[in-house]
């Protein structure tokens, strides 16, 4: 099959503080992968993730998305690229006094009308579609609620209902269970399963656990210090696999 | 840094540190020559100014400088420590009093072999005092590792803090007598002011409203017009601040460098705008559209604008930047960002800004009337202009003094259980 995302040589360097944060990353993904990385904080997850939508703009390198140059992309075809890409956050993102409803509609700015979205208005179908993505999260009661009145758990699915408006082909999570307990970091994560098996939508998340990373990831790309030490299936990782990505110091932590 | 670079930058930053050292101790002999010029020409010899002679003055320049070098040789100087120096022994100890003595001394020797000593020197940038006494005075960034951590000294024993409380003194007495602040007269005139007090406290609503018919006028319609006053001035003035904010916001702007040119213009129009008087404005328009309320409002709502477009930026700045990230992430474009992560974020302090903003013009309404706005402030200023001429004008300003308090204190109470509703 062919890889639905290249990164070649992929380098960014920080102008203030002068830190190198990716160091000639590349790798390839193929349509339909589980990818997840990992890696201590710092080591440049955040920011490879934000570099594939150019979120943050690359130094050095190239991305490409289904044969497309992400990097040479710009305006209207940039927007055109990040509207296949859904994302979601560490600390989900939402627009805290916004709705649930308009948060979820968010998704859909890079396809409607600008002229009515400018005036708030979403077509019938956006707005039914919208409320259909609640429905499959499980917070479709909440849909009238202000964003901030919500737990963290029910937070990120509303994030994750973002990103489904986007109809995504590829979805990229950034650390998206930092912030939750393990009970409700295992809910998020089977809605990134849920979609990734049943929508064949391509994932690629970044995680801080290598349990969960073992458990969810049919592939694990580990960094450290901006450069990839590990490329291969989870079950690769051994003792002194998982010493080198955590240092010597680290020891084994469970999220069951 | 190489080494040498290093030293050379504490040279120079020591150079300066002794110039600003002595700066300050020149300033308090000016200051104290005015406090004794003063007081000689006021209360001991009614004639004539004191005068330094011109062999005095190579006296002022030495004794300044020999008083920076005291505070100099002994460290904790206000020039040193503003420029991050510190001065140590050989082994970053603190040198202790007598090394500093011995310091103080080997400066002269410094200073006036300073030549020769250059010429003979194998160590070009050690000074002589350094060498003889065995001390050094290093940037205290360049040897954080180096210099034991001390618990600080207590401020009032250093030369630094001691210095700070005779600079601020000599600058609040000379101030004192440049202002020509009179507590005396101030407390004995009590009794001769004493019927303005009762007069203002005793108001006479008496045109409250029935108009008067000088002015034509009664208190209540000049209340209404100063509060549609501020109020047209406010709107006016929100609605140009709303979309100028965005521009003069840096993290909306701050991504092209013809954004910094927008920004940076918009935010130096806002400070210049703001930083002139609403009253000054009033004149201004005054000459432009006619004396009158048009222009009361207009000077109010162009100083609201600059204001209150400071005060919005400011919260556009401050926003959290998570939602603009993802938003643009969805492929929106930067407008629609904008509108749906930044708005609904920044709308209630907006709002209350605007409330606030509210208030004060309210308050401002009233002096803008020396310069042509009519309401209350007309009314004031009217009344006072007749004391002497009616019998109660006193009281008539009072009433409207009275008036204005309340509009005040009502607006404040109402937009304050605003902002609580909103926020």
């Not at chain 1, 062919?2 to 349509?31: C, M, N, P, W």
């Not at chain 1, 801080?208 to 079950?235: C, M, N, Q, W």
């Not at chain 2, 960034?141 to 034991?148: A, L, T, V």
Request: aromatic share 12%; net charge positive.
């Amino acid at each position: 099959m062919a890889d639905q995302l290249v990164v070649e040589h992929l380098t960014k360097i920080y102008e203030r503080g002068d830190i190198l944060a990716l160091d000639d990353i590349s790798f390839s993904v193929v349509k339909g992968e589980f990818l997840v990385v990992i890696g201590l904080s710092g080591s440049g997850k955040s920011t490879l993730l934000r570099c594939i939508n150019r979120l943050i703009e690359p130094t050095q390198g190239k991305v490409y998305f289904d044969g497309v140059d992400v990097t040479a992309a710009s305006g209207g075809e940039l927007r055109r690229l990040r509207r296949k890409m859904g994302m979601i956050y560490q600390q989900f993102n939402l627009v805290k006094r916004s709705s649930v409803l308009t948060n979820v509609l968010a998704g859909r700015l890079g396809y409607v009308n600008p002229w009515m979205s400018a005036v708030h208005r979403f077509p019938r179908e956006d707005i039914e579609m919208g409320l259909k993505n609640l429905e499959r999260v499980g917070i479709s009661d909440q849909a009238y609620t202000r964003a901030d009145n919500l737990s963290g758990g029910q937070q990120q699915r509303v994030g994750i209902a973002r990103a489904l408006m986007q109809e995504p082909e590829l979805l990229m999570a950034d650390e998206p269970v930092s912030a939750l307990d393990p009970a409700t970091s295992h809910s998020v994560m089977k809605y990134l399963e849920q979609m990734n098996q049943e929508d064949g939508v391509t994932v690629i998340t970044s995680l801080h656990f290598l349990s969960l990373a073992r458990r969810y990831g049919t592939r694990i790309l580990a960094l450290k210090d901006g450069k990839i030490v590990f490329e291969g299936l989870p079950s690769e990782i051994d003792e002194a696999r998982f010493k080198e990505i955590y240092g010597e110091e680290a020891e084994h932590v469970e999220v069951r | 840094m190489s080494k040498s670079v290093e030293e050379m930058q504490a040279l120079r930053f020591r150079v300066f540190a002794f110039f600003l050292d002595w700066a300050s101790w020149g300033y308090i002999a000016y200051g104290i020559m005015y406090l004794l010029n003063s007081y000689w020409y006021t209360n001991i010899h009614y004639y004539g100014r004191l005068s330094v002679p011109t062999w005095g003055w190579p006296i002022v320049i030495l004794g300044t400088l020999e008083l920076a070098a005291i505070s100099h040789a002994f460290g904790h100087s206000i020039g040193l420590s503003m420029f991050g120096l510190r001065l140590v022994t050989d082994s970053f100890t603190p040198p202790s009093l007598g090394k500093r003595w011995q310091r103080y001394l080997a400066w002269h020797v410094a200073v006036l072999s300073f030549p020769v000593a250059i010429w003979f020197s194998t160590q070009k940038s050690r000074l002589l005092h350094d060498r003889l006494t065995g001390t050094r005075m290093v940037l205290v960034k360049q040897y954080k590792d180096e210099i034991p951590i001390l618990p600080p000294r207590a401020w009032y024993k250093t030369n630094r803090g001691e210095m700070s409380v005779v600079l601020i003194g000599v600058t609040l007495w000379v101030g004192a007598l440049v202002t020509q602040i009179d507590l005396h007269t101030m407390i004995s005139r009590v009794s001769t002011s004493s019927y303005l007090w009762k007069e203002l406290l005793s108001p006479h609503f008496t045109h409250f409203i029935t108009p008067d018919p000088a002015l034509q006028q009664s208190i209540v319609s000049g209340m209404i017009e100063t509060i549609f006053m501020a109020l047209l001035a406010t709107a006016v003035g929100a609605a140009f601040a709303l979309p100028l904010s965005f521009l003069g916001a840096r993290n909306i702007m701050g991504f092209s460098p013809l954004g910094w040119v927008v920004f940076t213009v918009v935010r130096g129009v806002f400070n210049v705008v703001r930083s002139i008087q609403p009253l000054l404005w009033g004149t201004v328009f005054a000459v432009w559209v006619g004396f009158g309320m048009f222009a009361g409002v207009m000077a109010l709502g162009f100083h609201t604008v600059a204001a209150l477009g400071k005060l919005y930026s400011e919260q556009v700045e401050g926003i959290d930047p998570g939602p603009l990230e993802a938003i643009a992430a969805t492929g929106a474009r930067r407008w629609q960002v904008v509108l749906y992560g930044v708005v609904p974020q920044v709308i209630p302090s907006f709002l209350a800004f605007t409330l606030y903003r509210w208030d004060i013009n309210v308050r401002m309404a009233t002096v803008i009337a020396l310069v042509g706005g009519g309401g209350l402030g007309r009314i004031m200023f009217y009344y006072q202009s007749r004391v002497g001429l009616l019998p109660d004008a006193w009281n008539q300003v009072g009433a409207v003094i009275m008036t204005i308090i309340v509009v005040v204190w009502v607006l404040d109470y109402i937009s304050g259980r605003v902002r609580e509703k909103i926020i």
